[in-house]
């Protein structure tokens, strides 16, 4: 579909040098922007209808279509779970990642648009129209994100959310897992042997 030369490390470049009027970069570039406050930087990233007109677009559906291709499920059956696989492999490598701030910043965007080429790669190989944003594509049945709500914007915001919570509800079980592994006292024995003997 693109017959761009544009790529999207060029986009997101010029977002960068833009300066600090982040408004005006996202309604002249078709980007939009997270501030990660930890970090103090500014996370750049396409909308779903951006992705399309820079050559990553074509790479990544290119790809996509290799390897649903290469596979003997039904289309949609081979995106769904491999959505499914892909999201579940990102939040575990948040989860086990040193500093989810850095992690994010490293993965949000190759993941979104990944996704996005999924269906459109599955709308391409079916010879149906690409998504539009105005209805959900079947392969994203069960999937737990508005992939094209504010042209991503959704998406990408609460997938930010839930990679930084991924390293910290970890931290927070090892931390239980500790706690329960602790040795107990002499003492809180003999307290919890009295409350039973009591009962």
Same mark, same amino acid.
């Given at each position: 579909?693109?017959?761009?030369?544009?790529?999207?490390?060029?986009?997101?470049?010029?977002?960068?040098?833009?300066?600090?009027?982040?408004?005006?970069?996202?309604?002249?570039?078709?980007?939009?922007?997270?501030?990660?406050?930890?970090?103090?930087?500014?996370?750049? =990233?396409?909308?779903?209808?951006?992705?399309?007109?820079?050559?990553?677009?074509?790479?990544?559906?290119?790809?996509?279509?290799?390897?649903?291709?290469?596979?003997?499920?039904?289309?949609?059956?081979?995106?769904?779970? =491999?959505?499914?696989?892909?999201?579940?492999?990102?939040?575990?490598?948040?989860?086990?990642?040193?500093?989810?701030?850095? =992690?994010?910043?490293?993965?949000?965007?190759?993941?979104?648009?990944?996704?996005?080429?999924?269906?459109?790669?599955?709308?391409?190989?079916?010879?149906?129209?690409?998504?539009?944003?105005?209805?959900?594509?079947?392969?994203?049945?069960?999937?737990?994100?508005?992939?094209?709500?504010?042209?991503?914007?959704?998406?990408?915001?609460?997938?930010?959310?839930?990679?930084?919570?991924?390293?910290?509800?970890?931290?927070?079980?090892?931390?239980?897992?500790?706690?329960?592994?602790?040795?107990?006292?002499?003492?809180?024995?003999?307290?919890?042997?009295?409350?039973?003997?009591?009962?």
């Amino acid at each position: 579909m693109s017959a761009t030369s544009t790529t999207l490390a060029d986009l997101l470049a010029e977002a960068d040098a833009a300066g600090h009027d982040h408004a005006a970069t996202e309604k002249n570039s078709g980007l939009q922007h997270i501030h990660n406050h930890a970090t103090g930087s500014i996370v750049w =990233f396409p909308t779903w209808k951006k992705f399309r007109d820079t050559t990553d677009w074509n790479q990544a559906v290119d790809v996509v279509a290799a390897d649903f291709r290469s596979g003997s499920a039904p289309v949609e059956k081979w995106a769904t779970a =491999f959505l499914a696989g892909d999201l579940a492999m990102l939040l575990e490598r948040a989860a086990a990642a040193s500093d989810a701030n850095t =992690f994010v910043e490293e993965n949000l965007t190759l993941h979104l648009t990944r996704t996005w080429a999924v269906a459109d790669a599955v709308a391409q190989e079916n010879g149906t129209d690409l998504p539009n944003g105005s209805t959900t594509p079947p392969v994203f049945a069960g999937y737990p994100y508005d992939v094209y709500a504010q042209d991503g914007g959704v998406f990408a915001t609460t997938l930010w959310n839930d990679i930084i919570d991924a390293r910290r509800n970890r931290a927070l079980t090892e931390e239980a897992a500790r706690k329960a592994l602790k040795p107990v006292s002499r003492k809180a024995l003999k307290n919890a042997a009295r409350k039973a003997a009591r009962r």
